[in-house]
């Protein structure tokens, strides 16, 4: 998706929403917002970035069993070069693995 972000998306992360909740206050940096159970308004530029979520059913593999998390990401007044660059921001710090 990198090259061009839509104004509305949405994604299966692979975490708990300890994690993310955890996770979402570096990935957004400096910006104004709040949360509220299962959903928080992030101020991007001149507009919001709207996200809702939920706990889906974990991903088996095998015997190993990973978290599921259902996120929508609605941006709303937001020019396409602000959404590109807090998305950059945002994937590098949502980012997780090993190597």
Same mark, same amino acid.
């Given at each position: 998706?990198? !090259?061009?972000? #839509?104004?509305?998306?949405?994604?299966?992360?692979?975490?708990?929403?300890?994690?993310?909740?955890?996770?979402? #206050?570096?990935?957004?940096?400096?910006?104004?917002?709040?949360?509220?159970? &299962?959903?928080?308004?992030?101020?991007?530029?001149?507009?919001? /970035?709207? /996200?809702?979520?939920?706990? &889906?059913?974990?991903?088996?593999? !095998?015997?190993?069993?990973?978290?599921?998390?259902?996120?929508?990401?609605?941006?709303?007044?937001?020019? !396409?070069?602000?959404?590109?660059?807090?998305?950059?921001?945002?994937?590098?710090y949502m980012q997780r693995g090993g190597g």
């Amino acid at each position: 998706m990198g !090259a061009g972000w #839509p104004e509305a998306f949405d994604r299966e992360m692979g975490c708990t929403e300890a994690d993310w909740l955890r996770w979402l #206050p570096a990935a957004i940096g400096a910006r104004e917002w709040r949360c509220e159970p &299962g959903a928080a308004t992030v101020k991007v530029g001149e507009g919001e /970035l709207h /996200l809702r979520w939920r706990a &889906g059913e974990p991903r088996t593999i !095998a015997l190993v069993r990973l978290p599921r998390l259902h996120v929508s990401f609605r941006f709303e007044d937001v020019a !396409a070069g602000e959404r590109r660059a807090f998305m950059e921001r945002f994937d590098l710090y949502m980012q997780r693995g090993g190597g």
